[in-house]
């Protein structure tokens, strides 16, 4: 991968306006697991359905007359319970898509890593990151998911993909971790027992929000959070956590830290720092009834794709998403969720003299 593919993304440091470069897509509400610290659970528990192929086709087809997707991620529900998961993929990959990231529980073993074979193969110049969620040891695992031995098969899902990548260098290898009440005790030490045991390429850090099923889970000490961030970070400079093998990787890394402080401010209150939000300008959320929101927290609709045969850019320029951007940004909305800090950080100029520090530090 040439890194010179990134280069029309870096004009939008300065101009945020224009179309989005990141996408999240509820491929399906089906999944195989009952967290109960699911923020999408009732979508879940419907087994609400995604979009059918077609849909998501012309979706990428918008997107494309729009201007080139950085990265888009499939959400769920279980995305590898769609047997045709591969022709989503597609839908972008020929659009020349640079990132795709797919969560999983890890439960659906062999159709999984059939699908992976078959998103690598059609899609040459796609780095798919694949990561495998964990919710503590062992017994808390299998409590907060409903799934008994769910953990010990999702470790096994992750030896498997790490075997699968010794022949497909465009493939990561992840795992996911969200701190809940439930496991905030441990699951920091457990975190390093996940990376030596299983060395993914990387470890995705989530903080329980939404409206879970059972919403004492969310109640999380901030310090707690702190604890994970630390016990990440110190992997990262040991070198036991490599990150994810594709150009500009040391800047992704320098990302997610600052990305981390900003989600850390936000549990704890704390507005320093603050910059508006990116969120319907930079990126958007897809939900399975092909609702288009700025984000999974707002609640916000921005207008459905039923209504404009899932042609993206018709909503994209509507008077419905210009209110919405400017809402967001008069109100100083705020949230906790990692992906949208994630675009804040990366696209707001003020942070590139401590994005570059931090990357040639490396």
Sequence with gaps: MNALRYLPFA???????????????????????RCRHCFHWREVAAAVPGPSVEQVQRLADSAARMG???????????????????????AFGR???????????????????????????????????VSVSFDGPEAIH??????????????ATVRRLKEQQTRHARLGVGILVTLTSENQHILAAHLEELVDELHPDNVTLNLARGTAMETHLLVVDPDRYRELVATKTRLV??????????????????????????????????????????????????FESGAVHPCEILGREIGNLNDVEW?????????????????????????TWECAQA??????PKNWPRLIAKSVGR
Aim: aromatic letters at 6%; one cysteine or more.
């Design 142 to 155: 299998d409590s907060i998911r409903q799934v008994p031995g769910g953990h010990a098969r999702s470790k």
């Design 68 to 90: 080139p997707l950085l990265w888009v991620s499939f959400g769920g529900g279980e995305p590898f319970l769609r047997a045709d998961v591969a022709d989503l993929a597609l």
């Design 237 to 286: 400079r040991e070198r036991r956590l490599p990150y994810f093998d594709f150009p500009l990787a040391k800047l992704a890394v320098a990302r997610d830290e600052l990305m981390y402080e900003r989600v850390e401010r936000q549990a704890r209150g704390d507005d320093s720092g603050f910059t508006p939000c990116t969120a319907a300008e930079l990126s958007a959320v897809i």
């Design 311 to 335: 042609d993206l850019e018709r909503l994209w320029q509507s008077k419905a998403a210009v209110d919405l951007r400017r809402e967001i940004v008069s109100t100083r909305c705020k949230c």
């Design 343 to 348: 675009d804040n950080v990366l696209f707001d």
């Design 11 to 33: 004009a939008r440091v300065l101009k945020r306006s224009g179309p989005p470069l990141h996408l999240t897509l509820f491929v399906t509400g089906r999944c195989n697991a």
């Design 95 to 129: 659009h020349g898509l640079r990132h795709l990231a797919i969560p999983t529980n890890g439960l659906v073993e062999d159709r999984m890593h059939d699908a992976i074979e078959r998103i690598l193969a059609e899609n040459p110049d796609l780095y798919l990151s």
